[in-house]
């Protein structure tokens, strides 16, 4: 949705539907996005699924401020999920009080409103983990963002009753996932892109686009050795039980 240009936004789009990727679901970052999220989502209400939340890296001191905003928006259009929310302490250690304060808030309000969460966590497996342990009950479920982890990370995850999204990072030669996915049941899997970031090879170092999720099907495929196929009618009946369309 940062795509302003209306004809790049529906080329990219075709793109999509040229791969067979018809559902996108739209990670909200702060009240700056909010727009650009429900406009896309307006423009393509078949394909296009907005979420509401406030991204660990745009927690602020005013970040009451900005949920505050969050919450105004939910209350006027539909959305399906609460996200991307958690901690990141890659960039800024020092906001991390404030981001467990957000982060927080979000689950609590994900749990009132009856919707799962998509978490964003980098260098903060161990205060996101805690946090989902303590907020743990029968509403909190989700997607645990763009997982980079260990298999000891992966099987705590899923034992919170969370499903692992997984994208272009798998088809990074050194990362690593491979071996981890590797030793996942496919139904524990929902695939993505974080587009415009992490594109999966062979378009690493350039802009990602939903269109090459393909690649990382593909790659899913050959590591557990089942159809493209079926790793993609699996995930997709995996984010339908999540976001319940």
């Known amino acids: 949705y940062y795509e302003t240009d209306p004809a790049l936004q529906e080329a990219l789009m075709q793109r999509c539907f040229k791969n067979n990727v018809s559902r996108l679901f739209l990670p909200n970052v702060d ?11 307006k423009k393509y209400p078949d394909n296009c699924f907005p979420m509401m939340g406030l991204h660990p890296c745009n927690v602020k001191i005013n970040f009451h401020e900005e949920l505050d905003f969050i919450r105004q928006a939910i209350q006027k259009n539909k959305i399906y999920a609460i996200g991307e929310i958690g901690i990141d302490l890659y960039w800024d250690k020092t906001t991390l009080e404030i981001q467990q304060e957000a982060f927080r808030l979000q689950i609590n309000l994900a749990k009132a409103l009856d919707l799962p969460i998509v978490i964003h966590c980098r260098d903060a497996f161990d205060e996101v983990y805690t946090i989902l342990l303590e907020e743990k009950d029968e509403k909190l479920r989700g997607i645990f963002h763009c997982f980079t982890g260990t298999k000891e990370q992966a099987g705590r995850i899923i034992e919170l009753g969370f499903y692992l999204g997984i994208g272009g990072v798998l088809t ?29 090879v062979p378009y690493r170092g350039k802009s990602n686009e939903s269109s090459y999720l393909v690649h990382v099907a593909e790659k899913v495929s050959d590591l557990l050795q089942l159809p493209v196929k079926e790793i993609a009618h699996v995930t997709t009946e995996n984010s339908r039980q999540i976001f319940g369309i």
Not at 31 to 41: G, I, N, Q, R
Not at 180 to 188: C, I, R, S, T, Y
């Open 172 to 200: 990074y030669k050194n990362s690593g996932l491979d071996k981890v996915v590797a030793q996942l049941d496919l139904k524990h899997l929902v695939l993505e892109t974080d587009s415009p970031y992490l594109a999966p």
């Open 31 to 41: 009240s700056a996005s909010v727009p650009m999220v429900l406009e896309l989502a």
